[in-house]
């Protein structure tokens, strides 16, 4: 396991985490058919971009550089750019919230603390260090699982609602699908798993891109198989596990509207005991800290290799 993996973990980033909690509290079990959809689609995806990587040897940028008119090229990283720049403000802004809420630290102090921790950990750490860090911070989302234990979920309404897709007229159903599907198939996902492909190669002496080595691509082509299907599969059942955790409390309960993850936490306390309010509240901090490089990440990459400055870790 390996960029698959930690791509997986990375789109359960605390904006992810907000949307997911918002559509099982507003719709209950019936958007959970989106996460099954999802699946095959992120993997389809991931799995190319590994590719990419992986034979090449270089990322998404470099290859869009190589073979495409510079306009899309710095079209593409520009609002790649921008919208990680957005989305990573928006998740240390959760990851603060969070903490307020198991220790008393002001939000502003708790921002730079942890924007200070994820560059800090960027720069000094080597790549093969930083990946084995990357990979420990996955369990942190087994926190959602731990909360979804708490709560008593009426089965038969979630497999209902997996396997029978039921639409709405509304403009606010239709809105929360494609935020769910935005959320799930992110392209700085895209970029990120490239580029770690690119960044295992040169890491391993043995190892060179495929279009050099063509007989590795056998066991290379596996392993990416194995690790996407394993990465994106995990990703999607954290999903799915916050969605049924807030269906079955918020929504059972009439409870239509949460705003953040931090709001969602706080929602969950007297709900569903402050076991399940604490594990769901750290689950934000450390998918933040997993979430928050990667987006950091997949912006540099894509900025070096379209302005031509060296990259990597």
């Known amino acids: 396991m390996g960029p698959g993996l930690i791509t997986g973990a990375a789109d359960d980033d605390p904006s992810g985490i907000a949307t997911y909690a918002q559509a099982g509290t507003q719709f209950g079990f019936s958007l959970g058919w989106t996460l099954l959809l999802t699946y095959p689609l992120m993997v389809a995806i991931q799995a190319i971009c590994a590719r990419i990587g992986r034979t090449t040897g270089g990322g998404i940028a470099g290859n869009l550089r190589q073979h495409y008119p510079n306009w899309i090229l710095q079209g593409i990283v520009g609002l790649l750019f921008c919208a990680n720049v957005l989305n990573i403000g928006a998740d240390l802004g959760a990851m603060a919230e969070s903490i307020r809420l198991v220790i008393p630290i002001p939000v502003g102090w708790a921002v730079m603390l942890f924007g200070l921790i994820t560059v800090a ?21 087994f926190a959602y699982f731990g909360t979804l234990l708490a709560v008593r979920v009426p089965w038969g309404e979630l497999l209902s609602g997996l396997i029978w897709p039921r639409g709405r007229v509304d403009q606010q159903f239709w809105t929360t699908v494609v935020a769910i599907l935005g959320t ?54 954290v999903a799915l596990a916050i969605l049924v955790t807030f269906a079955a409390t918020l929504h059972a309960r009439g409870t239509t509207d949460v705003g953040t993850a931090a709001q969602a936490a706080e929602a969950l306390k007297p709900l569903a005991g402050t076991g399940a309010f604490a594990l769901f509240a750290v689950g934000v901090i450390g998918t933040g800290m997993l979430s928050v490089p990667v987006l950091a990440g997949s912006a540099a990459y894509a900025l070096g290799e379209a302005r031509r400055w060296p990259v990597g870790l």
């Open 184 to 237: 799930t198939i992110s392209p700085y996902l895209f970029f990120w798993q490239a580029a770690q492909e690119v960044e295992d190669t040169k890491s391993q002496p043995r190892r060179e891109p495929l279009l050099k080595k063509p007989g590795q691509a056998a066991g290379a082509l596996a392993r990416i198989r194995l690790d996407t299907l394993v990465g994106m599969g995990f990703s999607n059942l």
């Open 121 to 141: 950990g960027q720069i000094f750490l080597k790549h093969t260090r930083y990946v084995s860090l990357l990979k420990w911070l996955t369990l942190s989302l």
